[in-house]
C-alpha cells in the first residue's frame, strides 16, 4: 500500500507570490491534516479535512487555505508568500480521523522563500 | 490552553545503552491522548508509540517504553538497547478528540534531537 504522498518536494518562491502544495493520502484514507514544522516554532497544525469538508483549523492567517477533493487528496495554498512561511509543511491521513487511529505522515514538502 | 514542554534539546546515548526522553503537558481535560513521533534526517514522521489517558498501564512497542504519569503531566520515552537507527528526532504530542472522538489537532513539543553513537 502506498503511503502519503506529497508534491513537491521542494519549492522555491519569492515574496508577494502564492503556492499550491499537494497530499494524496494512503488509499482508502479520508481524513487529511496538514502541519507547518519551523525551527522556532516547531509543528503548528493548520487544518485538517475529512470528507471534502474543513473539521478543524488552526490560528493561522487567512492567506493559508486549502481544500479537499472527493479522491480525498487535498491541496493546501498559500497567498501573498512572507519571508516567515518557509517551512516544511506535512501532510497526515488516517482512514477516518478517529483518534482510535493513528496520522501516518508524508515526507513533506520544503518551502523557502526569497 | 494544552502546551508541550520537552526540556530536553539534545541528548546522546551509546549504541546498546537505555536512554530517556522527557515530555512534560499541561491541560485540564480528562480524556486526551499522548504520542511519541520520530523524524529521521529523512524527515517522515513516524509514530514510535501512543498512550491513552484513561488506560493506567504504560505503552510498550518492542524497545520503546513510556512512563505515564497522569498526575504530574509527565509522558517520557525510554528507548532500550539503542540502535544507530535510532538517529532522529523525537516530538512529543498530545490530542484532545472531541465529543465523537474525532482527531482534533496534534499539539506538539519542540523536539529532542537523539543521537546513538557507536
Redesign the interface.
Known sequence: KAGVTQTPRYLIKTRGQQVTLSCSPISGHR?V?W?QQTPGQ????LF?Y?SETQ??K?NFPGRFSGRQFSNSRSEMNVSTLELGDSA?Y?C?S?A?????????????TRLSIL | AQTVTQSQPEMSVQEAETVTLSCTYDTSENNY?LFW?KQPP??????VI?QEAYKQQNATENRFSVNFQKAAKSFSLKISDSQLGDTAMY?C?F?K?DEA???????????TSLAVNP
Not at chain 2, 529523512?42 to 509514530?47: A, D, V, Y
Open positions: 481524513s491534516s502541519y516547531g509543528l503548528q497544525f485538517e475529512f473539521r478543524n488552526g516544511l506535512l497526515a488516517s477516518q480521523g478517529n483518534s482510535n487511529q493513528p496520522q501516518h505522515f508524508g515526507d513533506g | 491522548y513521533y529523512s524527515r517522515q514522521m513516524i509514530l501512543r516530538f504530542a490530542m478528540p472522538g474525532n482527531n482534533r489537532k496534534l499539539i506538539w513539543g519542540l523536539g
